[in-house]
């Protein structure tokens, strides 16, 4: 009686074991449970400065298109965009000259970022904007800007895909 009762116990339990490991033996060959799938794709330059992004690779080189948002009540005038990453030696700077966002308008940024990253792989930047208040109370002259720049930091974090 002890032996019947020991094979059930083991048969069981046996079946319910082996459709677990069926069901996570799927789950890790699907990539679900891969690192790369968890991570979620973001643009942070704080609320005053939202962005979007695209992170593509086209001719061989890694490009990315930045796209700003000027959350500011007043003019600004953007005069130097840096998209870097510490992991590589790839670098973006953009604007040589300055760019005048109205308060809510955005313009879209486009630049290389060195060598071909591995499609579907995940890109970490780092992003500085350089820019002046167009603010009446604190522009140089009338109808100006600030002589005093700021820089605001953030972070990009997305998916390499194909251009």
Same mark, same amino acid.
């Given at each position: 009686m002890k032996g019947q009762s020991a094979i059930e116990y083991l048969m069981t339990y046996g079946w319910a074991i082996l459709a677990l490991v069926i069901i996570i033996g799927i789950l890790v060959t699907s990539g679900v449970l891969s690192p790369s799938y968890l991570v979620s794709e973001e643009c942070s330059m704080g609320s005053n400065l939202p962005c979007t992004?695209?992170? $593509? *690779?086209?001719n061989g080189e890694t490009k990315i298109a930045l796209g700003v948002v000027n959350g500011f009540p007043y003019k600004i !005038?953007?005069?130097?965009?840096?998209? $870097?990453?510490k992991a590589e030696s790839s670098e973006f700077t953009g604007l040589d000259q300055g760019v005048l966002l109205d308060s809510g308008s955005n313009q879209? $940024?486009?630049? !290389?970022?060195?060598k071909e990253l591995a499609e579907n792989s995940i890109a970490?930047?780092?992003? *500085?904007?350089? $820019?002046?208040s167009c603010a009446p109370e604190v522009a140089a002259t009338p109808g100006g800007c600030s002589d005093s720049p700021h820089t605001m930091s953030g972070r990009i974090t997305g998916r390499v895909i194909q251009g």
């Open positions: 992004f695209g992170i $593509y *690779n086209s !005038n953007i005069t130097k965009i840096q998209v $870097y990453s879209t $940024y486009s630049g !290389n970022l060195g970490r930047f780092f992003v *500085n904007v350089t $820019y002046v």
